[in-house]
């Protein structure tokens, strides 16, 4: 039986990309109301742009890591990525830290130019700056928030293992669970 509630996009590097049914209304919706109003398809699009590449950069770290990489999916306020879990707790935590990674590598240069050019810059341009620069900022700020469900709890966690056991030693620190593992 075929399963109606994801959407494959895309493929990436070998990871496939599945976006919610939800998430595909409330696209078409903005398609359909951009004809009057095109900022708004700016702002969604600007919003995705965050989502994905913030998954991208759990993608990333788990790459450099040596884990493999599953799929990603994108919900209507969120993404999951999963990954098969390293029996290095460590490691697992470090994957964690991607997704704030790159989103800092979008916001920071987005805000700087933002700063120096919104005078001369249009508005359809200085839109996606303010949600990639700023809006972004405030988003990676709240995931770090050390909750369940959001990557704070993990991205703390690795700073704790790292001061508990030494850069060497947590590399090497073994977890005793082997399972698939999902990162918001």
């Not at 990603?72 to 990674?101: D, M, P, Q």
């Amino acid at each position: 039986m075929t399963n109606f509630k994801y959407i494959k996009l895309f493929v990436i590097c070998g990871v496939p990309v599945f976006m919610h049914w939800s998430l595909s209304m409330v696209l078409l919706l903005l398609v359909l109301y951009s004809a009057a109003d095109v900022s708004m398809l700016i702002a969604a699009i600007s919003f995705f742009t965050i989502m994905f590449f913030h998954e991208l950069g759990h993608m990333w770290f788990a790459a450099k890591l040596g884990l493999k990489s599953l799929k990603i999916k994108l919900y209507l306020f969120h993404g999951r990525f999963c990954f098969e879990e390293s029996n290095n707790e460590y490691h697992t935590c470090l994957v964690a830290w991607g997704g704030v990674v790159v989103q800092a590598i979008i916001f920071i240069p987005c805000i700087v130019i933002f700063s120096l050019y919104s005078d001369v810059l249009p508005w359809f341009v200085n839109l996606p700056l303010v949600i990639l620069g700023y809006i972004n900022a405030l988003i990676a700020v709240f995931n770090l928030i050390p909750a369940k469900g959001l990557d704070g709890r993990r991205c703390w966690k690795s700073i704790s293992l790292y001061f508990r056991y030494g850069r060497s030693k947590a590399s090497r620190h073994k977890n005793r669970k082997k399972h698939l593992r999902s990162i918001k």
